[in-house]
């Protein structure tokens, strides 16, 4: 294959690693009673935190496109089921931010802990360099994506 060709594979690669999670997370969904938003909102609260970018209320609004007033509930409802709980944000003590809580990391723990087992015995044949070359990949892809969602949505 030749370089646009490559590229192109890519780019199908990962629409189509896009769709089977985007499945995966709908098949979580169900299993534990969420709707599509509460599993958006459990997903983008650990990306942003695994990033060392925790979300407040309004920013995980802001990025579901949901008002504030479906927003409060929404967060009501996952507090109270054990998914998610609000702290003080560390850095200013006058922002709150949405974590995981202790029941919302074990049921994903459970759910998802297989997925992990499998990811690995699917890699293991993969060196280091190759796997360290995926990341990279991965890491520009999604800059790539989050800059030009930007692109569309800036005022």
Do not use: C, W
């Amino acid at each position: 294959m030749d370089r646009s060709e490559l590229e192109s594979a890519m780019a199908s690669d990962m629409r189509a690693f896009a769709s089977a999670s985007e499945q995966l997370g709908r098949v979580f969904a169900a299993q534990n009673e969420l709707g599509a938003n509460d599993f958006q909102a459990l997903l983008r609260i650990m990306v942003a935190d695994v990033e060392g970018k925790p979300l407040t209320v309004g920013r995980l609004g802001a990025s579901l496109g949901m008002s504030s007033a479906a927003m409060t509930y929404l967060v009501e409802r996952m507090i109270a089921s054990g998914h998610i709980r609000r702290e003080p944000d560390p850095s200013d003590r006058r922002r709150v931010i949405l974590r995981y809580d202790d029941h919302g990391m074990q049921v994903a723990r459970a759910f998802f802990g297989p997925l992990g087992a499998m990811t690995r015995a699917a890699l293991a044949d993969v060196d280091d360099a190759d796997l360290a070359a995926a990341h990279r990949v991965f890491g520009r892809m999604t800059e790539v994506i989050r800059a030009y969602e930007r692109s569309l949505t800036e005022d």
